[in-house]
């Protein structure tokens, strides 16, 4: 698979537009610390996605880009290493079922693999639990969006902009409007993004 791990992370977040509202910052700072600490000794394909994901969850575009983008491009086999990931994360959540960074790990890999349902049953089971955080609504909607279910990922980003404005979420809005076929409202949406559209230029 090829780039659709950086892309999710290029399409919801934006460094400085928005900062994510999760209730488990410190958690995943946590995470940060610990995961940076062992890979200053070693690199560590598992560690170095844990860490992607949590710069993801906290709004670090650019760091967490730059990993996911290394791991697509270098690592031999990266694909049937997250299968592998996957269901080692599956184990661990039997006994941790209610534990956040488990459900985010298998989401985003979940995703990466193309298990779109799989995918989304995380990211709401992630919702649940930190009902605040946009990104978490924004993952779900791109989910939706691969799995042209165009319709859920407008309610998920119109969810996600109730909680806070986000220019992102109007873009990956009007995204979705316009493969719906309604370009009106997909311009206006686009045009409100217009800060995150740039980026993409950029």
Request: negative net charge.
């Amino acid at each position: 698979m090829k780039k659709l791990a950086c892309c999710l992370i290029i399409l919801i977040l934006s460094q400085g537009l928005v900062i994510a509202q999760t209730k488990y910052k410190v958690e995943w700072q946590e995470v940060i610390t610990a995961r940076n600490k062992i890979l200053e000794q070693k690199d560590n394909l598992e560690y170095m996605y844990e860490l992607a994901v949590a710069y993801a969850n906290l709004g670090e575009v650019e760091k967490a880009n730059n990993i996911f983008d290394h791991l697509d491009e270098e690592v031999e086999d990266y694909e049937m290493k997250i299968e592998e990931m996957i269901d080692d994360y599956q184990i661990q959540l039997a006994s941790k079922p209610d534990n956040i960074e488990l459900l985010n790990y298998l989401a985003f890999a979940y995703y990466i693999s193309r298990d779109y349902q799989q995918a989304e049953d995380n990211f709401e089971r992630i919702i649940e639990f930190d009902p605040k955080n946009i990104w978490s609504y924004n993952y779900l909607a791109i989910v939706n969006y691969k799995a042209r279910d165009y319709n859920r990922a407008e309610e998920n980003l119109k969810r996600s902009l109730e909680i806070e404005e986000s220019q992102y979420t109007h873009l990956l809005l009007g995204a979705n409007y316009r493969k719906q076929g309604n370009f009106f409202r997909g311009i206006y949406h686009i045009s409100k993004g217009r800060r995150a559209a740039s980026t993409f230029l950029d």
